[in-house]
């Protein structure tokens, strides 16, 4: 195995990853009174947690893309 098809097969990681979050984040704000109802038991303020949370899940989301990109333009440079 090359460098190259180490390359691409963490790039499919990455892309499969990110799109689990980006999926659970968009849940997690578009189904709020769901998961409030749910998370509520014992919380001062649930809405903030569910923010947060869904927060985290972007900002995961958008560190894997930032490494993607590194990713791909490392293939780029290695294409002969």
Known sequence: MNMS????????GRLIVGTFLLFAGMDS?????QHLHTTANGLN????FMLTASAFLICGLIAISSASYAILSNLWALRK
């Open 29 to 33: 704000l578009l189904h709020v009174e």
């Open 45 to 48: 303020n649930p809405m903030l």
């Open 5 to 12: 098809n180490v390359s691409v097969i963490f790039l499919l």
